[in-house]
Antibody
């Protein structure tokens, strides 16, 4: 069974940093690209970032470019999102998702999400 | 960015009736269109990809159609467990989502 479990969310002050993690199991992790997608409570979904199976390709939505860094450790079956210079508008539920056809494809499995709150 | 527009915002349908959800892209996305179902407190669930291919384990009452800029998700006989918000997503370019259609059971 495919499982994606996010962690690392919490309350952080504007301008500070936070690192999200996603532990994957139930599939061959390094066969797949991965993504982070977020949802502001009560709002729609927004693709944030994607990474290819071998980390050769990464991509970001414009609003997080230069502030967020996606990475993965295939030996640990883990995906990460390093978030810096956080803003109030980055507050959201962050989902880790598996992308079967590349970092910019649809996502076939999603985690339950980890909540990031940005407030002073 | 490609803008995805879903209609209606809310759809109220009786059990056993057909529900038809629409999604329009601001430019052609070919068949690179997916549909997701999201229930409160749950992760999004992939229903359809490639505009019309049902994902693994998705009941046959869910079907997708369209190409280019106009797409439809049809639930042929609505069940109570289908109450949810449905999102379309294009992935012809970097992914973008529609704002969602809430399906309510009448």
């Amino acid at each position: 069974e495919v499982q994606l479990v996010e962690s690392g969310g919490g309350l952080v002050q504007p301008g500070r940093s936070l690192r999200l993690s996603c532990a994957a199991s139930g599939f061959i992790f390094d066969d797949y690209a991965m993504q982070w997608v977020r949802q502001v409570p009560g709002k729609g979904l927004e693709w944030v970032s994607g990474i290819s199976w071998n980390s050769a390709t990464t991509a970001y939505t414009d609003s997080v470019k230069g502030r967020f860094t996606i990475s993965r450790d295939n030996a640990k079956n883990s995906l990460y999102l390093q978030m810096s210079s956080l803003r109030a508008e980055d507050a959201a539920l962050y989902y880790c998702a598996r992308a079967p056809y590349g970092s910019g494809s649809f996502a076939d499995y999603w985690g339950q999400g980890t909540l990031v709150t940005v407030s002073s | 960015d490609i803008v995805m527009t879903q209609s209606p915002a809310t759809l109220s349908v009786s059990p056993g009736e057909r529900a038809t959800l629409s999604c329009r892209a601001s430019e052609s996305v070919s068949s690179h269109l997916a549909w997701y179902q999201r229930k409160p407190g749950q992760a999004p669930r992939l229903l359809i990809h490639g505009a019309s291919t049902r994902a693994t384990g998705i009941p046959a009452r869910f079907s997708g159609s369209g190409s280019g800029t106009e797409f439809t998700l049809t639930i042929s006989s609505l069940q109570s467990e289908d109450s949810a918000i449905y999102y379309c997503q294009q992935y012809n370019n970097w992914p973008t989502f529609g704002q969602g259609t809430k399906v309510e059971i009448k």
